[in-house]
């Protein structure tokens, strides 16, 4: 199992396009999102603790691509249902006129980008006795890339000081996002 640090690392790395989507305050709320689920694939080391099934087995079900899709987007109706209307009563995002519609693509996408990540840096370091089937059902067979250790403390923290060294330096930028139908600002 890589270690937690690896995956918050690579989580923060695959909200960068958040910075450019979506401007300052709503990209920093986006990275903060996709941390809250970078480590949920691994809610099976959990799960087999109550349910003796294989798909339970650690890198079982929930490292699959299609699982992260389905619970992004259960993830997202119930954010656009529960969370629009807390949103715009409490102007939390200096706006009150977030459309559900928007809160969907939101959480969905930040949903997607930790679970995806996840199951990429389980990839690129996966022992061959450890092996991820990211496609299942679609294609049942195991993936290794093996590219780095685990365990590799180096790999960890040159990953996450360069996550941190990235967002920082987009958050100190003067960026305006592209406009799209999806506006959070």
Do not use: C, K
């Amino acid at each position: 199992m890589v270690e937690p640090i690896g995956h918050v690392a690579a989580a923060l790395l695959f909200a960068v396009p958040a910075w450019f989507l979506w401007g300052r305050r709503p990209a920093v709320t986006f990275a903060a999102l996709t941390q809250m689920t970078a480590l949920l694939p691994d809610v099976d080391v959990h799960l087999q603790r109550y349910f003796a099934h294989p798909l339970l087995q650690h890198h079982g079900v929930t490292h699959t691509v299609p699982f992260v899709l389905i619970v992004g987007v259960i993830f997202g109706v119930g954010a656009a249902y529960w969370l629009t209307p807390v949103l715009n009563a409490n102007r939390l995002i200096h706006s009150d006129s977030i459309a559900p519609s928007t809160t969907f693509v939101f959480t969905t996408a930040s949903f997607w980008a930790g679970g995806l990540s996840h199951i990429f840096v389980d990839l690129l370091s996966a022992a061959p006795d450890a092996a991820i089937a990211p496609f299942w059902p679609l294609y049942r067979g195991d993936i290794v890339l093996q590219i780095v250790a685990y365990d590799s403390t180096p790999v960890n923290l040159g990953l996450i000081a360069a996550a941190i060294v990235l967002h920082a330096g987009l958050y100190r930028t003067e960026r305006y996002p592209y406009e799209t139908r999806w506006g959070v600002d």
